[in-house]
């Protein structure tokens, strides 16, 4: 589409508004595919100072601006057209609203006197993404993109992040307007919580002999991660993270002992159970976390922090609330001296006696190690970016982290096809950064033609390939609560992945046995451009410890039954 | 029975403890308020018993009156009440347990 000829300097067209609406807020990036109803901004961005990358698929370019928006902790932005282009933003949406992730989507839209006449690629996506998003416009008139767009941003960013949809009418963006003035908008205020309690908060803390936090990725989004640590650090209180919590203390701090929940360490879990206070920081209660909720830490008492008041009480009852912004209330919270040597000594003696232990038998790749020695290997900045499945937990497991942005998993949807997409984001959010993917062959297949993307804009990331030819965790759950009844799991058809990547035009090589584990990272990492390091791995390995469902997380199954 | 201890049974409409409660939602008449109001309800795991619209043109601030029956006990209305106010296009939530305790009756 051509631009129109009626513009004058002090006219403009909706698509400019909206080009002009994204550089206003800061936007360096932005990801999406183009298509029929979004043509005028896509014309008006041709001229803009945005660089737009170009995925292959529209959920790509969603979970890509939720990468760059994890990684970076600025407002991600994607892009695509309306009907199907819009739909398949949807699942990089809900796992934006899940994760809490600050992600701004634009869709076009069929003019706005066909809308709701079942045009051509019309969808009612306002309808369809009312479930998945923090909140979402309809923009009814051209004057307004401004406002709506500054709007967005600041809701996606402001208090618990989430997603935010514009839907774009065609007519409304080719229409030619005076150029409205730039909108003035208050800074966001994080809105003081109604059941605060600081001082109950100290009590509790100060009567407490096995005190235990809780850390959730509320830590990372509430930009809370020195003040965790300075409370950590104040307090010596021993800390478990969930898996959106991982790096927000570092994971070879003495006092941290790991993952929780279903596949947690052993002794983050037994300290859960022990524990006679949780100071719950900027978790939820997920099931995941919890298994079965109402044994979960059952001699603990609970203080519940989160800047979303509607998560304190939502699924254990909260001795005490501190709602409102983590920081403010963790530099705040001040108990004083503590008695619990004996506590820290305890948790001590958890973590030494369930340590891993690396040395597997045989002579194939053993995926724990493997990851173990990548993140060793890693300096920061650093971001593993991993898909859905045993390789997920895996690398939740085993893998030191230092900072949470280190550290992109679909944690609440568990969307396979993430990995990829989400490493191409964070790259482009920090050039610097060397950027991993760890990959499945399962879920890699969901977004492969986001290889296409690395080599069209050569963007560096390195992708860990850990096939054992099998959907591994599905196949782990049927073998232990279906009888050992495998149903579609085997994946023996597929592709060739070294040749894959090499028809993309990325390098690729194999690794087949344990000795070949050092050099492969040594080549893969020392690629100057993308890179896939293709490893075959034992397709009878488990994910241990794993809490059955519905059962306590005293319960950890820890080899096979 | 509190949101952590013991099993969580489903509350059929009418069951012994399962009493409707009323709420009032001020809304700012933007696109898709009430929509997005009424959605987020029976998501949370209400059943939506009764609701009434104030009359209003769009962008008028304007009263939603619902009636909502929890689906199971785990459902606590003061979460339902929190999880309503973060929606932007909300400017109150009010609970009017009494009112919908005495119409029941």
């Not at chain 1, 993404?129 to 008139?141: N, Q």
């Not at chain 2, 689906?71 to 606590?76: G, I, T, V």
């Amino acid at each position: 589409m051509t631009a129109q000829a009626a513009i004058t300097p002090q006219t403009v067209r909706g698509a400019d508004l909206v080009v002009a609406a994204l550089e206003a807020q800061g936007v360096d990036t932005v990801f999406g595919y183009p298509g029929g109803a979004i043509m005028p901004v896509y014309d008006a961005l041709a001229h803009s100072s945005l660089r737009h990358i170009l995925t292959r698929h529209e959920q790509g370019a969603a979970i890509a601006a939720e990468g760059y928006a994890r990684s970076s902790g600025r407002v991600g932005v994607c892009l695509a057209t309306s009907g199907p282009g819009a739909t398949t933003l949807v699942t990089g949406l809900a796992d934006a609203f899940l994760d809490s992730v600050p992600v701004v989507a634009l869709t076009g839209q069929v003019p706005s006197a066909l809308m709701g006449t079942d045009a051509f690629q019309e969808v009612d996506i306002f309808g369809v993404t009312l479930p998945v998003v923090k909140h979402s416009f309809v923009v009814r008139r051209t004057e307004d993109v401004l406002d709506i767009i500054a709007e967005a941003f600041e809701i996606a960013a402001d208090g618990r992040p989430g997603p935010v949809l514009v839907d774009l009418p065609k007519d409304l963006m080719a229409a030619i307007v005076e150029h409205p003035p730039a909108p003035v908008r208050p800074q966001p205020a994080i809105r003081a919580g109604a059941c605060s309690d600081m001082a109950a908060a100290e009590t509790l803390i100060r009567e407490a002999r096995k005190p235990l936090l809780y850390i959730g990725g509320g830590v990372q989004m509430g930009g809370a991660v020195r003040a965790v640590r300075a409370f950590a650090q104040r307090t010596q209180i021993p800390s478990v993270a969930t898996l959106k919590g991982l790096g927000a203390i570092p994971t070879d701090d003495a006092n941290f002992l790991g993952m929780l929940g279903m596949h947690g360490l052993k002794a983050a879990n037994l300290a859960v159970q022990t524990c006679d206070l949780l100071i719950n920081v900027g978790a939820r209660f997920d099931d995941r976390a919890t298994g079965h909720l109402e044994s979960f830490a059952p001699h603990a008492r609970v203080i519940h922090m989160d800047v979303d008041t509607a998560e304190i009480s939502k699924l254990r009852r909260a001795d005490v609330g501190l709602s409102g912004g983590l920081a403010a209330n963790l530099f705040a919270l001040d108990p004083g001296p503590l008695d619990i040597t004996d506590w820290r000594a305890e948790t001590a003696t958890l973590k030494s006696e369930h340590a891993w232990d690396y040395a597997a038998p045989g002579t194939g790749v053993y995926a724990p190690k493997l990851l173990k020695d990548l993140s060793e290997r890693l300096d920061e900045p650093m971001v593993i970016s991993c898909d859905v499945g045993q390789h997920q937990m895996w690398v939740a497991q085993h893998c030191r982290f230092r900072r949470p942005q280190s550290h992109l998993s679909s944690s609440g949807l568990g969307t396979m096809g993430f990995g990829l997409p989400a490493a191409i984001g964070a790259q482009l959010a920090d050039p610097d950064a060397t950027v991993v993917c760890v990959s499945g062959d399962g879920s890699i297949m969901m977004n492969i033609q986001e290889l296409a993307t690395l080599n069209r804009y050569q963007i560096p990331v390195k992708i860990v390939l850990l096939d054992n030819s099998m959907l591994g965790m599905v196949r782990q759950w049927q073998d232990l609560f279906f009888d050992g009844n495998r149903s579609e799991v085997d994946l023996w058809d597929n592709p060739d992945f070294v040749e894959l990547a090499r028809a993309f035009r990325v390098e690729a090589f194999r690794v087949e046995r344990r000795d070949e584990v050092d050099p492969g990272l040594d080549r893969l990492l020392a690629a100057q451009g993308p890179a896939l390091m293709h490893v075959k791995i034992d397709p009878a390995e488990n994910v241990w410890p794993l809490v059955p469902p519905g059962r306590s997380n005293a319960q950890m199954l820890e080899d096979a039954l | 029975m509190s949101a952590h201890t013991g099993t969580i049974p489903i509350l059929a409409p009418g069951e012994a403890g399962a009493e409707p409660v009323r709420l009032e939602l001020r809304m700012t008449g933007a696109e898709g308020c009430a929509v997005r109001a009424l959605g987020l309800i029976v998501r949370r795991g209400w059943y939506l018993v009764a609701a009434h619209l104030q009359p209003g043109l769009p962008g008028e601030t304007r009263t939603l009156t619902v009636d909502v029956l929890r689906r199971d006990e785990a459902r606590a209305v003061e979460t339902l009440k929190r999880q309503l106010e973060r929606l932007y296009d909300l400017d109150a939530v009010t609970i009017l347990d009494d009112a919908a305790k005495r119409e029941a009756a």
